[in-house]
């Protein structure tokens, strides 16, 4: 039986979905689980948490042990099969803090900021560095180990792990199993989901629902147009994602993430000089504060639940699970996996981190050649990669102009502010960061 080692282990829902998963499948079930966090308390939540799991739910045949703070790391990660990645590097409170109140004393507002933007691109800096540390270990101790990136900037850090580390890096998101199925129930054609066929490809949190074909071969998209020009024109009150459908009307195609986190990706819909748009696509400001408060506060108030001795689990979709099933068992799976644009996309640059079809077996994460996407689909994908790759850029070279450049080419940020401001504000931004980032020069 496969090593799994959690990084991140004091996310406590989402490690306990992933590893719960992990108990609930026969080929993984007496795995040997070791859990790694710098925050002890949080970690032995989750110790709890999957202990009781897998006493309930699996008979206790996995073996758990917890490794606390970075002098503890590399023995978690000794002997790893498969690691997941799951930290977050600042916490809420200062960083993302950080992130959203600097931008907006500049006049630029944000709702999530964990992937583009400014948020995001201050989330990879402070990020990569600490997975630096991660694969210099994993070269180390557990050199063919796979790395199961779920946290954001996807594109950033997968990007950085494949191109700057020797490590066997996969990126995974919950956008792209979810998607048409979303798109489909919110516009009233549920009952077409069942045998549908489906092609998705770009870039994470903006991948393309580029084929739906219904179980008799029926073309879906020209019937999906119709229905989501309707909608953009004339949304009842309660209509949600009304930029992905506006994606639809204007360029063709639905857009795997939701409308909260690409109104912030495009220079389209938060403008200052058009504040009626906010209401108009019901865009949630400071959309991911909210959502941490909320987070924070129903923990606390759910402790007690989730730390039940009687928990038990039922296996989720998350792909981290199957993937690993499908390499320790050799029975294929099919995935929408963050791999690097080697001979993909067609029309997106060979360093892009690209998000397609991918088949996983014992031989690994086998991607599947795409062709080139419609041209103004790359168009759109090609205004995020070029801050992906700026921004990896700065991180491996700890250029301020290179931080300064990446912003500057954000399409919120440029569509917004001077450059005189974009570098007055990445240099607040990195002061207030202080000794989360390297030093910059």
């Not at 900021?113 to 210099?136: K, Q, W």
């Not at 580390?165 to 919110?186: N, P, Y």
């Not at 759910?302 to 989720?316: A, F, G, I, K, P």
């Not at 504000?425 to 990195?430: A, K, N, R, S, T």
Request: glycine share 6%; proline share 5%; with cysteine.
């Amino acid at each position: 039986m496969p090593k799994i080692t959690f990084m991140g282990a004091g996310s406590t829902v989402f490690a306990r979905n992933v590893l719960g998963d992990c108990m609930c499948t026969p080929s993984l079930c007496e795995s040997e689980i070791a859990l790694y966090d710098i925050d002890a308390e949080r970690l032995e939540e989750s110790y709890i948490i999957l202990s009781a799991i897998n006493k309930n739910t699996n008979g206790g045949k996995a073996t758990l042990k917890t490794y606390c703070g970075v002098e503890n790391r590399k023995e978690a990660l000794r002997g790893a099969d498969f690691v997941v990645n799951a930290i977050q590097v600042g916490f809420y409170d200062p960083c993302t803090i950080i992130d959203f109140e600097v931008p907006k004393k500049y006049g630029l507002r944000q709702t999530i900021a964990d992937t583009m933007g400014i948020g995001g691109i201050m989330r990879a800096l402070r990020t990569i560095p600490v997975l630096e540390d991660f694969a210099r270990d994993m070269e180390a101790v557990c050199p063919n180990a796979w790395f199961l990136n779920y946290t954001n900037p996807m594109s950033m850090l997968t990007g950085y792990m494949l191109r700057y580390t020797g490590v066997k890096t996969l990126g995974l998101c919950h956008s792209v199993q979810t998607c048409s199925k979303t798109l489909m129930d919110a516009i009233g054609m549920s009952d077409r989901l069942e045998g549908r066929r489906e092609l998705i490809a770009g870039i994470n949190h903006m991948g393309w629902l580029l084929e739906l074909y219904d179980a008799d071969g029926t073309d879906l998209l020209p019937e999906v147009r119709k229905r989501a020009a309707a909608v953009v024109e004339n949304p009842p009150e309660n209509q949600y994602d009304l930029v992905r459908y506006e994606y639809i009307r204007r360029l063709g195609y639905y857009c795997t993430e939701s409308s909260e986190h690409n109104a912030e990706y495009s220079n389209f819909f938060i403008k200052s000089k058009y504040p009626e748009l906010i209401d108009r696509y019901k865009i949630p400001l400071d959309e991911y504060p909210r959502r941490c408060i909320h987070q924070i506060e129903r923990w606390n108030e759910e402790r007690s639940h989730y730390t039940s001795e009687n928990l038990q689990h039922t296996r989720s979709a998350e792909y981290a699970s199957y993937i690993m099933e499908a390499m320790e068992t050799d029975v294929p799976f099919k995935i929408g996996g963050n791999v690097l644009n080697r001979g993909l996309i067609d029309n997106l640059p060979k360093e892009a981190c690209v998000e397609v079809a991918c088949l996983v077996n014992r031989s690994g994460v086998q991607p599947c050649i795409q062709g080139p996407l419609p041209v103004q689909l790359a168009a759109m994908n090609m205004t995020e990669i070029n801050v992906h790759l700026l921004t990896i850029e700065a991180a491996v070279t700890q250029k301020k102009e290179h931080i300064y450049q990446a912003v500057m080419l954000d399409p919120h940020a440029s569509g917004e502010l001077s450059i005189d401001d974009i570098v007055k504000m990445c240099d607040e931004l990195i002061e207030r960061h202080g000794s989360w980032l390297p030093t910059y020069h």
